[in-house]
């Protein structure tokens, strides 16, 4: 016998030895109860890993408290009364409403069904907060040529492009038009800017994250993606996380509410795929230091994913007038992919975006190619494979017909619209500004008010503000609606604050006091869970 043969005997005889003063029973459940409490702490530090130690430790702490008996029951009731409270308007309405189609349909006289129901909207012009971005009246201008657009082509479908060739065409153009506002033309871009038109700028972000991830897999190998974003970078990016299997990163603002460019690069690690700026961000209108990010993530070898939906149509040519608006576009070295939603300020119908990337290598990893499967071979540039090829058309009118001339003019009413309405907001002694505006944004707190408070009085009015928080504020997203009413939201918001200093306290009816108490639930998880059981009963 060998000297390896007689250790190995010589080590079992001396392991059954030291188990044999064990009972069985116990050495079956020892090795599972390892494996049980490895499998824990792995989770926990998994958690803490993801969400912090302060939201880990509340989390536990809120699911213990579930399980005292009656405690559960108690929260899940005060929890449906809040949801109750936001749907009641919503319910009420869907009375009456169509469960199954009509035994004898209506024929042509639908259209005179669908105007009564659109009579009974509530008042939109001027009053609402972005949303309606095309200046004037529905029935005549710049509505008209797009209504016209659209109805041309609301049979087509750019999935044919041997059919409808007119229509890819146009996206072609559209998107050309578009990089070139963006930089495609400057010798810093590569030459290469490429892209395609989308649904929203939820869609052009998704796309880009998607195509991030499988860009940086394929050069890198990461299979375990991050991404990091400030925390006033878009929703979307959360959408696209959840979507993609990707951790994502929400790092604090600076004290300027712009992205903070020493923190984002302190979570940068061997996974991260994506850095976010915005140009300007949703909440604030601020635009993020994209420079800075931009030599961040090229000095890291990252994609960097510049967000202008809302900037797009409208910094390219605030610069041209001569505002002071620093560098946003492929120009920036370190871009590598940028949304931006042409139905907003380049005032094109609903439903209409783009995303570009620097170059055709990156943008390959947004294709789905199929090639095994019955129906025949398989590619789609987009999440949706047929398309509206009445939007596509739609876009081209709206840049078409407006052209440079129409952008500069349209720009600088709102630039002047909105810095009219900053001024005023400062002189309401009892607000104040979120930081400094850049473009169209205007947000705006109170130190002394409860500013939802203020935003229920303004809803009384007629007014559609956007509520926001950390801070606690509200915002108003400028369009050509707003330009001859300026005054007007002024002095209905001089009334609003002056109504709640003096008589402070929700009105009845008044969100106030849940978005207050959103504002300050620790437990970001209950807040979760009402938003998902209101969405649930709403759609």
């Known amino acids: ?98 469960t199954e189609l009509p035994s004898t349909g209506l024929g042509t006289s639908v259209l005179e069904k669908m ?74 871009s590569g030459g290469q800017i490429c892209g395609n038109m989308t649904s929203g700028g939820t869609e052009s972000i998704l796309l880009a994250v998607k195509t991030s991830r499988d860009y940086m897999k394929s050069k890198k190998g990461i299979t375990r993606p991050e991404m990091i974003i400030p925390l006033s970078g878009h929703s979307a990016y959360d959408k696209a996380a959840q979507y993609f299997n990707i951790k994502l990163w929400r790092v604090p603002v600076d004290k300027n509410f712009q992205a903070d460019v020493k923190a984002i690069r302190r979570h940068i690690n061997k996974n991260t795929i994506l850095i976010v700026g915005s140009a300007p961000g949703f909440p604030h209108g601020i635009i993020d230091p994209i420079e800075e990010l931009g030599h961040l993530a090229s000095s890291f070898g990252i994609c960097f994913h510049v967000d202008l939906c809302l900037g797009g149509f409208v910094l390219p040519f605030a610069r041209e007038l001569g505002y002071p608006i620093p560098p946003f576009d492929f120009s920036v070295k370190g871009v590598s992919s940028i949304s931006v939603d042409v139905h907003k300020y380049g005032l094109a119908p609903k439903g209409t975006s783009i995303v570009l990337y620097r170059n055709h290598e990156i943008r ?12 025949g071979l398989y590619v789609s540039p987009t999440i949706a494979g047929s398309r509206p090829g009445s939007l596509i058309a739609g876009a081209w009118a709206a840049m078409i017909s407006l052209g440079k001339e129409g952008y500069l003019r349209n720009t600088k009413a709102i630039m002047e619209g909105s810095r009219r309405i900053q001024k005023g907001i400062e002189e309401i002694a009892e607000l104040f500004i979120v930081g400094k505006p850049d473009m169209t944004i205007v947000a705006f707190g109170s130190d002394v008010l409860d500013i939802f408070e203020v935003n229920d009085i303004m809803s009384s009015k007629g ?77």
């Open 1 to 98: 016998m060998d000297f390896s043969s007689t250790s190995i005997s010589h080590f079992r005889v001396s392991a059954n030895s030291f188990l044999s003063q064990y009972e069985p029973l116990a050495l079956l459940l020892v090795p599972l109860l390892s494996l049980f409490l490895a499998h824990s702490l792995r989770s926990f530090l998994r958690l803490l890993s993801e969400n912090g130690l302060k939201a880990t430790l509340l989390g536990f702490i809120m699911n213990a408290v579930k399980l005292v008996p009656g405690v559960k029951g108690y929260i899940d009731a005060e929890k449906q009364k809040v949801v109750d409270k936001l749907q009641s308007d919503s319910k009420s309405k869907r009375e009456g409403w169509n």
């Open 115 to 188: 105007s009564e129901e659109k009579n009974n909207d509530p008042v939109w012009q001027g009053k609402c907060s972005g949303t309606v971005y095309i200046g004037g009246s529905e029935s005549d201008g710049h509505f008209s040529v797009i209504n016209e657009a659209c109805s041309m082509f609301a049979h087509t479908n750019p999935l044919h492009l041997d059919v409808f060739k007119s229509v890819a065409r146009f996206e072609a153009e559209v998107v050309a038009m578009t990089a070139a506002l963006l930089g495609s033309k400057e010798n810093s």
């Open 364 to 375: 390959k990893h947004q294709f789905v190619a199929v090639t095994e499967w019955s129906g």
């Open 463 to 539: 007014w559609h503000l956007n509520a926001l928080q950390r801070p606690n504020s509200l915002h108003i997203c400028v369009t050509l609606q707003h330009v001859p009413i300026v005054e007007d939201f002024l002095n209905d918001l001089k009334e609003s604050v002056k109504t709640v200093k003096a008589n402070p306290g929700p009105i009845s009816g008044g969100l106030a006091p849940i978005y207050g108490a959103a504002g300050k639930m620790p437990d970001r998880g209950m807040v979760q869970e009402l938003l998902v059981d209101y969405m649930d009963g709403t759609c």
